[in-house]
């Protein structure tokens, strides 16, 4: 029997090929009707036997384009008007992009990939080769609708045969707004150094217009690799800095002359087989690797692998990544190629260090030129293009944990390129009976409901900014550290595109409690040019909302946030909290006893520093194994005192994150940081795991248990305290740290040491939850902060809680760190009041 449905799909099926993937379903199915692009999705009528129709639906749910996400298909039954073809229609498109949802990146496909080594293929070796399903999308737009001629390929008309492919519903090309060849599309350049000095001046630039010049290009970057020289390739959302990772002299070179001092370097290998060679890759892991996003995947290394020294000293996992442009595969293939003989004598694969193209801590170069003047010292030669970029992104980092029952899931450390701009949502259930006898407030905030744009400026450091538009929430690409105006530049240039493409003009704004970050400064100056309201968000509330906001939990739960750095209510710097929170408010419910921080920021990058705070704190000076500590400071040691004992550029602190610094320098792991995280991050790299556990996940060291203990004490209120300020009980690390050294004396072996120090601080979230489910019933927990970034805290801590009974929501879609706290403060600006001020 024929019947007629009417579908709307909703998600990202816009510039993915969606349309001309329903046309082709719609003729293997017999269909007919139509498809076209509309205000909240794709709308299809199909007509057709009802047998064929439902196939054709359950084909389109179960099968749609690999660069698409199909958030909602609503089927309604409709008369029959007859239709003798199946069409795509195109309507007005300036409705329809008001509001479209931007695909990110896309890695080139298999399919392109195929072809660009294909001799027989016109496009064979084609340097910017993508289809319908790849290449780029948001780093080329320049406005909305997203057709050729609003993005950078504008110019760039296409030959005859690219247009024919262009307007064929059956091509995979039809639509493709960045398709091009060799004779109408971008082409790439090259420039080197004369006679090879760095600090020569650059060649006159060489184009790669036909496939023999461009081949010419790659040959000569190789050669330049192979001799273990540096070279700045530009990608998608900015250059990259390469060399051979299998030579070391590279890679000192590399990061002499970028001041990228121990911080962990990414690789770039051919494949999964090649990225097994060094590191230990799970199914999980392998399709993360693989997939249209590809990010770089941190790995755990293989104990028998050759891995390089300088690309990630001290560390038990490398940053893998697998090409995602023409231009990588290329390289990569050709770097193999022309270097197999002198690998495989060796024993090794393939790799090339890809790290971002940018002076340290200012943001990735996009232009050619500026490349040439802000790399002109770090790079030997520029691999550039003439396609510009119009939206810098970075290169997005990922890990997949062990989650406990819900089994392996990826953890963001930096969500940018392949993921942004893609939305989450900001729409919370209606919550339970006793939630609502919690928090009456939240009664009348239930469910879905449309919400002023808000702008959620973000924090001082790993950056992002939120824009909300109804219940969608744009978290952006990372931004980097507001510290310096290059990317305090960035961050304006980013949010104007953001607002400018989605069209958003925000009616409330949020930021955070810090009075001297960039962003709450600006925050301010805009509120009251604009005579909108601003909501100030505590760092840590912002941290918990975020987890809130991404799984659609209203609350309470019990937050618990451990981090390195955020402004207290109380002003002091908090980082180790318990909070009792929900979208809209917070209690402080624990925290770690504040410690001092001799020098303020000094404490941080001189991590000893912040050993002889705790030492101080903990009446652990006289320890015998805390004598190297104060031979190490020297002088220090007693300007240290003075300060504390004064109060002079001394912060109190309750950060988990200081704790860990202290306890790397204590074991003599690290004693002068580096780049930041730099003393846990080798913490953590220096422990060893557990010989065995029990039932419950625990590790099975019942005496270390009982000497690492990190105490539980009630805490002292005054008049002026309130509930957001002061907490109900602290934690006490200093039987912990007293162990440490009592360890230290007796010669355990560090490894061993700081395994102990981390299953104390996973065993006091566990301690934390239960004291908050024994006392308020809440048995939902949220973790988040820069310290759960710790693979083995995170996993241990997850387990523990999952085998304690409680329901445990992490970051899911959003790293732990403070590239989530944007997302946060838009959650609770979202569920506050309109009138803005603190919450």
Known sequence: MKEALNIQVKGIVQGVGFRPFVYRLAKKYLINGWVLNATDGVFIHAEGDSKLLDEFVIELSENPPAASQVNEIELKEVPLEDFESFDIRFSDAGEVERTT????????????????FNPNDRRYRYPFINCTNCGPRFTIIEKLPYDRKSTSMKDFPMCARCSSEYADPLDRRFHAQPDACFECGPHISWREHEGGAVDAPLTEALWGATREQSDAIFARAVELLLAGKIIAVKGLGGFHLVCDANNADAVALLRTRKHREGKALAVMAADVKAARAVCEVNEVEAGVLASTSRPIVLLRKRADAQVAPGLADGLSELGVMLPYTPVQHLLLHDFAHAG?????GRGLVPLLVMTSGNVHDEPIVIDDEDAYGKLFGIADAFLGHDRAIRTRYDDSVVRVISAGGAGDAVQFIRRARGYAPLPLSLACPKPEEDQAAASPAAASRQGKREA???????????????????AEAFVSQH????????????????????????????????CDLHPEYLT?????????????????????HAHVASVLGEHGLFGPACGIAFDGTGYGVDGAIWGGEVLLANASAF???????YVPMPGGAAAVKHPLRMAYGVLWAFDLLEHPAAADVLAALGPQAALCDQMIEQGINTPMTSSVGRLFDAASALLGVCVESRYEGEPAILLEGALSAPASTDANGKASDSDADDRYAIAVIKNTATESSTAQDTSVVLFDAAPAFEALLDDKAAGVPVSLIARRFHDAFAQAVVAAAELVRGLYGIDVVALSGGVFMNRYLVERALASLEAAGFTVAVNRDLPPNDGCVSFGQAVVAWASNDEGGQA
């Open 340 to 344: 197999s003989s002198k690998n495989q």
């Open 587 to 593: 209690e402080r419910f624990a925290n770690f006893a």
């Open 479 to 510: 931004i980097g550290d507001m510290e310096n105006a290059e990317t305090y530049d960035a961050w304006l240039a980013a949010k104007d595109r953001y607002q400018q493409l989605f069209e958003i003009s925000p009616q409330r704004l949020a």
């Open 520 to 540: 709450t400064k600006w925050a301010h100056e805009e509120s009251a040019a604009r005579q909108v309201p601003l909501v100030e968000v505590q760092h840590h």
């Open 452 to 470: 002023p744009s808000i702008l959620a400026v973000g924090p001082e450091q790993k950056n992002t900014f939120t824009l909300t538009r109804d």
């Open 101 to 116: 949802l931007v695909s990110p990146d896309l890695a080139t496909c298999d399919d392109c990939a195929r072809e660009l």
